[in-house]
T-cell receptor, first 109, second 115 residues
Framework: KQEVTQIPAALSVPEGENLVLNCSFT??????LQWFRQDPGKGLTSLLL?????REQTSGRLNASLDKSSGRSTLYIAASQPGDSATYLC????????FGKGTKLTVNP | GAVVSQHPSRVICKSGTSVKIECRSL??????MFWYRQFPKKSLMLMAT?????????EQGVEKDKFLINHASLTLSTLTVTSAHPEDSSFYIC???????????FGSGTRLTVV
């Protein structure tokens, strides 16, 4: 059974800092990994999708890496802004999409 | 990009009544859609997989008679919470994918409150 773990559960940083969110999964037989952002009371917004054959994806200030063999992914956020405050969810897809519990990020002005 | 529309965003209903939630793929066809439930400060839990033209596949522990799923077209799936009770109060989210390699797009979610 696939299990996804995200560390840390919560993170508070001052504006402008670079930060890394971690995601690990127990079964490396995945098709892809997706990072999402969820604002309070809202749905999920897809940030980055990494196929199993890829090692990283970039979008603006976001960079996600994937090490499938070790079951790990990181989401790097550069020059964080207060608007980045949200919960970040990692999900892996094999037979179905399995989510971690998320990292709640607070960026303080 | 792929867009999934979910309606309503919020609903309050009396205990014992039924509530229908709609999930539409706006710019792509989806033979499969997924329904999730999210409890406060918890991860999303897959409830069921909605299959166009056939019966939904429910995850273990999810009552199929309480959570009725209909996927009558390639762009619409509905989740009906029947005889709702306060413990059914939760955040329900649907998702779909345009196809292999595209990842999943989620609706904006429905906050159900049963009073």
């Amino acid at each position: 059974k696939q299990e996804v773990t995200q560390i840390p559960a919560a993170l508070s940083v001052p504006e402008g800092e670079n930060l890394v969110l971690n995601c690990s999964f127990t079964d490396s037989a995945i098709y892809n990994l997706q990072w999402f952002r969820q604002d309070p009371g809202k749905g999920l917004t897809s940030l980055l999708l990494i196929q199993s054959s890829q090692r990283e994806q970039t979008s603006g200030r976001l960079n996600a890496s994937l090490d499938k063999s070790s079951g790990r992914s990181t989401l790097y956020i550069a020059a964080s802004q207060p608007g980045d405050s949200a919960t970040y969810l990692c999900a892996v897809y094999s037979e179905k999409l399995v989510f971690g519990k998320g990292t709640k990020l607070t960026v303080n002005p | 990009g792929a867009v999934v529309s979910q309606h309503p965003s919020r609903v309050i209903c009396k205990s014992g009544t039924s509530v229908k939630i709609e999930c539409r793929s706006l710019d792509f066809q989806a033979t499969t859609m997924f329904w999730y439930r999210q409890f406060p400060k918890k991860s999303l839990m897959l409830m069921a997989t909605s299959n166009e033209g056939s019966k939904a596949t429910y995850e273990q522990g999810v009552e199929k008679d309480k959570f009725l799923i209909n996927h009558a077209s390639l762009t619409l799936s509905t989740l009906t919470v029947t005889s709702a009770h306060p413990e059914d109060s939760s955040f329900y989210i649907c998702s779909a994918s345009p196809g292999a390699g595209y990842g999943y797009t989620f609706g904006s979610g429905t906050r159900l409150t049963v009073v």
